[in-house]
């Protein structure tokens, strides 16, 4: 039953992969991430509305803890945090204080906390269910190990200390996931109410901004390639008896 921890793992390294390719490749190699983007809002929207939420209601005032992670979120990333984007920085001339970096950290990683609760909470749930949420984690994993890294560069920090922020946000989903490994059976589906909540506005209000501020049909398009993506996923994994 140790699952939850090899999707949290393989997430966690997926952030520490991002954030290596900022520090490394050459930006112009970098477009297909933004593909990922697209297709990660799409697919996390999907398991949200179709899975967690309903998985989650059946304990008492869950569309209340679904609030509290949508703007819990909200609160980190966008009012203690300055502004960012998810995806490169280009609001350099807002990050130029060191501390700026460290901020977005923090920001991000209350998100990615959550990351690992989702995949961990799923497979608590059922192994289908952790494996699909651990795929939503999954594709949008290298666009936002990208990102921290891409602010902490801005904001005037070493490419070591990009690397080590990447990684941080992957320690930070494990430690979700190990976290929500511990918490009591009947308390399960307050986590995964929580983390619905992130995950609705990581994609709705973090990544579809982004996908239509790049432009381009074919990246809009993309999004509804995520829906597919879950749509398969889901019939491929219930035929494994999963729900
Ligand atoms: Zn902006
Ligand atoms: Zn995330």
Partial sequence: ???????????????LAGAALVTTAHRRGL????????????????????????????VPHAFL?????????????????PHFHFGEEVHPEALLRPSAGYLALLGLGVHTLFDGVAIAAGFRIAPALGALL??????????EGFTIASIMLAGGHTRAAALGAGALLGVLTVAGALATSLIA??????????????TIYVAASDLIPEVNREGGPALG????????????????????GGH
């Fill in 1 to 15: 039953m140790l699952a939850y921890l090899v999707f949290a793992a393989a997430a966690a390294a997926a952030d």
């Fill in 31 to 58: 477009a297909p991430l933004r593909y990922c983007v697209a297709a990660g809002a799409g697919f996390m929207l999907a398991a949200a509305f179709v899975r967690m939420l309903p998985e989650s209601a059946h």
């Fill in 65 to 81: 803890f679904v609030l509290f992670g949508y703007f819990g979120v909200h609160l980190f990333e966008h009012t203690v945090a």
């Fill in 134 to 143: 651990a795929m939503a984690v999954f594709l949008h994993k290298v666009p």
């Fill in 185 to 198: 059976e009947h308390h399960v589906g307050y986590a995964l109410a929580l983390s619905a909540g992130v």
């Fill in 221 to 240: 398009w993309t999004v509804f390639g995520g829906l597919v993506l879950f749509t398969a996923m889901d019939w491929l994994l219930a035929g494994f």
